[in-house]
Protein backbone atom coordinates (compact mmCIF):
# COMPACT_ATOMS: atom_id res chain seq x y z
CA UNK A 1 0.00 0.00 0.00
CA UNK A 2 2.50 2.21 1.04
CA UNK A 3 4.40 2.08 -2.71
CA UNK A 4 0.97 2.45 -4.16
CA UNK A 5 0.33 5.58 -2.20
CA UNK A 6 3.97 6.72 -3.37
CA UNK A 7 3.17 6.38 -6.96
CA UNK A 8 0.28 8.14 -6.53
CA UNK A 9 1.87 11.09 -5.31
CA UNK A 10 4.87 10.74 -8.16
CA UNK A 11 2.09 11.21 -10.54
CA UNK A 12 0.53 14.16 -9.11
CA UNK A 13 4.02 15.47 -8.75
CA UNK A 14 4.29 14.96 -12.84
CA UNK A 15 0.84 16.64 -13.88
CA UNK A 16 1.44 19.47 -11.63
CA UNK A 17 4.78 20.38 -13.06
CA UNK A 18 3.48 20.24 -16.95
CA UNK A 19 0.24 21.83 -16.30
CA UNK A 20 -0.34 24.68 -18.79
CA UNK A 21 -0.10 28.16 -16.52
CA UNK A 22 -3.35 29.88 -16.24
CA UNK A 23 -3.79 32.98 -18.25
CA UNK A 24 -4.74 36.19 -16.99
CA UNK A 25 -6.84 38.55 -19.13
CA UNK A 26 -4.72 41.84 -18.76
CA UNK A 27 -8.21 43.76 -18.43
CA UNK A 28 -9.95 44.40 -15.19
CA UNK A 29 -12.98 45.69 -13.81
CA UNK A 30 -13.11 48.81 -11.36
CA UNK A 31 -15.62 50.94 -9.79
CA UNK A 32 -15.72 55.03 -9.74
CA UNK A 33 -18.35 57.72 -8.68
CA UNK A 34 -20.83 54.64 -9.36
CA UNK A 35 -19.97 53.60 -12.74
CA UNK A 36 -18.21 50.00 -13.62
CA UNK A 37 -15.01 50.44 -16.08
CA UNK A 38 -12.74 47.79 -17.59
CA UNK A 39 -8.81 49.36 -17.15
CA UNK A 40 -6.41 47.27 -19.95
CA UNK A 41 -3.43 47.05 -19.16
CA UNK A 42 -0.57 45.96 -22.73
CA UNK A 43 2.20 45.69 -19.67
CA UNK A 44 5.23 44.70 -21.86
CA UNK A 45 3.58 43.56 -24.95
CA UNK A 46 3.70 45.40 -28.07
CA UNK A 47 1.00 47.58 -29.41
CA UNK A 48 -0.06 47.84 -33.35
CA UNK A 49 -2.19 50.26 -34.92
CA UNK A 50 -4.30 49.17 -37.85
CA UNK A 51 -5.77 51.82 -39.98
CA UNK A 52 -6.35 52.41 -43.28
CA UNK A 53 -4.70 54.29 -45.89
CA UNK A 54 -6.27 56.20 -49.19
CA UNK A 55 -5.54 53.24 -51.15
CA UNK A 56 -6.18 49.99 -48.67
CA UNK A 57 -9.50 48.30 -47.23
CA UNK A 58 -10.27 48.92 -44.06
CA UNK A 59 -10.84 46.20 -41.30
CA UNK A 60 -14.12 47.18 -39.84
CA UNK A 61 -14.28 44.36 -37.05
CA UNK A 62 -11.88 42.59 -34.98
CA UNK A 63 -12.50 39.32 -36.94
CA UNK A 64 -11.08 40.97 -39.83
CA UNK A 65 -7.80 41.16 -37.92
CA UNK A 66 -6.77 37.63 -39.03
CA UNK A 67 -4.94 37.07 -35.61
CA UNK A 68 -4.35 34.45 -33.43
CA UNK A 69 -6.42 34.75 -30.67
CA UNK A 70 -3.45 33.21 -28.61
CA UNK A 71 -1.31 36.28 -29.52
CA UNK A 72 -3.69 38.67 -28.13
CA UNK A 73 -3.94 40.90 -24.76
CA UNK A 74 -6.98 42.50 -25.82
CA UNK A 75 -7.46 44.99 -28.53
CA UNK A 76 -9.69 48.16 -28.95
CA UNK A 77 -11.44 50.46 -31.51
CA UNK A 78 -8.54 53.81 -31.42
CA UNK A 79 -9.76 56.91 -32.85
CA UNK A 80 -12.49 58.12 -35.61
CA UNK A 81 -13.21 57.33 -38.40
CA UNK A 82 -14.89 58.47 -41.58
CA UNK A 83 -18.18 56.39 -43.34
CA UNK A 84 -15.44 54.08 -44.88
CA UNK A 85 -13.53 52.97 -41.75
CA UNK A 86 -10.95 55.48 -42.82
CA UNK A 87 -9.27 57.57 -39.54
CA UNK A 88 -10.06 61.38 -39.69
CA UNK A 89 -6.75 62.46 -38.23
CA UNK A 90 -3.24 61.81 -37.79
CA UNK A 91 -2.59 57.62 -38.08
CA UNK A 92 0.66 56.02 -38.26
CA UNK A 93 0.99 52.46 -38.15
CA UNK A 94 4.92 50.85 -37.83
CA UNK A 95 6.01 54.18 -38.52
CA UNK A 96 4.19 54.33 -41.94
CA UNK A 97 1.77 57.23 -42.26
CA UNK A 98 -1.83 56.35 -43.15
CA UNK A 99 -2.89 59.91 -42.53
CA UNK A 100 -2.07 63.56 -42.10
CA UNK A 101 -2.75 65.84 -39.16
CA UNK A 102 -6.09 67.19 -39.44
CA UNK A 103 -5.41 70.41 -37.14
CA UNK A 104 -9.02 71.90 -38.92
CA UNK A 105 -12.05 73.40 -36.82
CA UNK A 106 -15.09 71.38 -37.15
CA UNK A 107 -18.42 69.85 -35.27
CA UNK A 108 -18.17 66.59 -32.67
CA UNK A 109 -15.86 65.64 -30.37
CA UNK A 110 -12.78 64.96 -32.35
CA UNK A 111 -12.96 68.90 -32.82
CA UNK A 112 -13.44 69.73 -29.32
CA UNK A 113 -10.20 71.14 -28.75
CA UNK A 114 -7.55 70.73 -27.59
CA UNK A 115 -7.49 67.48 -29.28
CA UNK A 116 -4.71 65.07 -29.65
CA UNK A 117 -2.25 62.42 -30.51
CA UNK A 118 -1.42 58.96 -28.36
CA UNK A 119 1.70 58.13 -29.81
CA UNK A 120 4.12 55.08 -28.89
CA UNK A 121 7.89 56.15 -29.65
CA UNK A 122 10.07 54.06 -31.76
CA UNK A 123 11.90 53.01 -28.35
CA UNK A 124 8.29 51.85 -26.85
CA UNK A 125 7.74 55.16 -24.37
CA UNK A 126 3.94 55.86 -24.80
CA UNK A 127 3.11 59.59 -24.66
CA UNK A 128 0.03 61.75 -25.53
CA UNK A 129 0.53 65.00 -26.93
CA UNK A 130 -1.56 68.07 -28.04
CA UNK A 131 -2.52 67.81 -32.13
CA UNK A 132 -0.88 71.48 -32.31
CA UNK A 133 2.44 70.59 -30.47
CA UNK A 134 3.47 67.53 -31.29
CA UNK A 135 6.90 66.86 -30.58
CA UNK A 136 9.79 66.22 -32.70
CA UNK A 137 11.53 62.53 -32.65
CA UNK A 138 15.03 61.99 -33.91
CA UNK A 139 13.20 58.50 -34.90
CA UNK A 140 9.80 58.74 -36.74
CA UNK A 141 7.52 56.82 -33.96
CA UNK A 142 5.86 53.80 -35.09
CA UNK A 143 2.47 54.68 -33.56
CA UNK A 144 0.64 57.06 -33.52
CA UNK A 145 -3.12 58.12 -33.71
CA UNK A 146 -5.17 61.56 -33.70
CA UNK A 147 -8.65 61.53 -31.38
CA UNK A 148 -10.51 64.05 -29.33
CA UNK A 149 -10.67 66.05 -27.14
CA UNK A 150 -8.02 65.41 -24.76
CA UNK A 151 -9.90 64.62 -21.71
CA UNK A 152 -6.62 65.26 -19.32
CA UNK A 153 -3.83 67.26 -20.33
CA UNK A 154 -1.04 67.93 -17.58
CA UNK A 155 -3.00 66.88 -14.88
CA UNK A 156 -5.92 69.49 -15.83
CA UNK A 157 -9.35 68.68 -17.31
CA UNK A 158 -9.95 69.70 -20.50
CA UNK A 159 -11.94 73.21 -19.90
CA UNK A 160 -14.47 73.06 -22.31
CA UNK A 161 -16.09 69.43 -20.69
CA UNK A 162 -18.65 69.90 -18.44
CA UNK A 163 -18.63 67.96 -15.19
CA UNK A 164 -21.24 65.96 -15.64
CA UNK A 165 -23.32 66.45 -19.24
CA UNK A 166 -26.69 65.25 -19.89
CA UNK A 167 -24.85 63.03 -22.65
CA UNK A 168 -24.51 59.31 -21.77
CA UNK A 169 -22.44 56.68 -24.15
CA UNK A 170 -20.17 53.78 -23.56
CA UNK A 171 -16.94 55.61 -23.86
CA UNK A 172 -13.33 54.50 -24.43
CA UNK A 173 -9.80 56.14 -24.33
CA UNK A 174 -5.80 56.16 -23.38
CA UNK A 175 -4.07 57.60 -20.87
CA UNK A 176 -0.34 57.55 -19.82
CA UNK A 177 1.37 57.30 -16.81
CA UNK A 178 4.02 60.00 -15.76
CA UNK A 179 6.64 57.17 -16.44
CA UNK A 180 5.40 56.80 -20.19
CA UNK A 181 3.01 53.54 -19.40
CA UNK A 182 -0.59 53.23 -21.54
CA UNK A 183 -3.59 52.12 -19.60
CA UNK A 184 -6.68 51.72 -22.30
CA UNK A 185 -10.11 51.92 -20.74
CA UNK A 186 -13.57 50.92 -21.78
CA UNK A 187 -16.86 51.97 -19.91
CA UNK A 188 -18.88 49.21 -19.04
CA UNK A 189 -21.60 52.12 -18.28
CA UNK A 190 -23.24 54.75 -20.24
CA UNK A 191 -21.05 57.57 -19.01
CA UNK A 192 -20.20 61.38 -19.67
CA UNK A 193 -17.53 62.82 -20.97
CA UNK A 194 -16.61 64.52 -17.67
CA UNK A 195 -16.94 61.24 -15.74
CA UNK A 196 -14.39 59.31 -18.19
CA UNK A 197 -12.04 62.33 -17.88
CA UNK A 198 -11.91 62.39 -14.02
CA UNK A 199 -12.01 58.91 -13.88
CA UNK A 200 -8.41 58.82 -15.61
CA UNK A 201 -7.32 61.57 -13.65
CA UNK A 202 -8.32 60.85 -10.06
CA UNK A 203 -8.56 56.95 -10.68
CA UNK A 204 -5.95 55.92 -12.74
CA UNK A 205 -3.39 59.03 -11.98
CA UNK A 206 -2.63 59.63 -15.60
CA UNK A 207 -1.61 63.15 -16.04
CA UNK A 208 -2.68 62.52 -19.79
CA UNK A 209 -5.75 60.98 -21.40
CA UNK A 210 -7.01 61.16 -24.95
CA UNK A 211 -11.02 59.90 -25.65
CA UNK A 212 -11.38 57.49 -28.58
CA UNK A 213 -14.80 57.47 -28.94
CA UNK A 214 -18.21 56.72 -27.58
CA UNK A 215 -21.19 54.34 -28.75
CA UNK A 216 -19.32 52.50 -31.44
CA UNK A 217 -16.71 51.94 -27.99
CA UNK A 218 -15.45 47.70 -28.29
CA UNK A 219 -12.95 45.91 -27.04
CA UNK A 220 -11.66 42.07 -27.70
CA UNK A 221 -10.70 41.02 -24.83
CA UNK A 222 -9.64 36.94 -25.79
CA UNK A 223 -9.15 35.69 -22.14
CA UNK A 224 -12.18 36.41 -21.09
CA UNK A 225 -14.23 35.53 -24.39
CA UNK A 226 -15.11 39.16 -24.89
CA UNK A 227 -15.41 40.21 -28.28
CA UNK A 228 -17.22 43.08 -29.31
CA UNK A 229 -18.95 42.64 -33.00
CA UNK A 230 -22.39 45.09 -32.85
CA UNK A 231 -21.10 47.60 -35.18
CA UNK A 232 -18.18 48.56 -37.71
CA UNK A 233 -15.21 49.83 -36.58
CA UNK A 234 -12.32 51.89 -37.79
CA UNK A 235 -8.83 52.42 -36.55
CA UNK A 236 -8.03 49.42 -34.34
CA UNK A 237 -5.00 49.19 -31.44
CA UNK A 238 -4.23 45.56 -30.54
CA UNK A 239 -2.07 44.87 -27.87
CA UNK A 240 0.04 41.60 -28.63
CA UNK A 241 1.24 39.47 -25.47
CA UNK A 242 4.52 39.88 -23.99
CA UNK A 243 5.51 36.83 -24.74
CA UNK A 244 4.65 37.65 -28.30
CA UNK A 245 6.62 41.02 -28.31
CA UNK A 246 10.15 40.03 -28.50
CA UNK A 247 12.95 41.63 -31.18
CA UNK A 248 12.59 38.42 -33.67
CA UNK A 249 7.98 38.38 -33.15
CA UNK A 250 8.04 41.52 -35.38
CA UNK A 251 8.70 44.61 -32.71
CA UNK A 252 10.70 45.39 -30.30
CA UNK A 253 9.32 44.89 -26.58
CA UNK A 254 7.96 47.59 -24.63
CA UNK A 255 9.84 48.69 -22.07
Same mark, same amino acid.
Given at each position: MR ?53 ET ?46 ? !? ?59 ? !? ?61 ? !? ?26
Amino acid at each position: MRGLALLFLALAACRSETAAPVVQSPCREQAFEGSAFVVCDPGRGRLQLFAAGPDETPKRRFAELGLDPSRVAFAMNAGMFDEDGRPIGLAVAEAVEKKSINLR !DGGGNFHLKPNGVFIVAGNGRAMIAPSDALPVFRMAPRLQTQSGPLLVSKGKLHPRIAPDG !DSRYVRNGVGVTADGRPLFVITLDAVSLGKLARFFRDSLKTPDALYFDGSVSSVWDPTNGRMD !DFTELGPIIVAFRPAESAPDRGGPATP
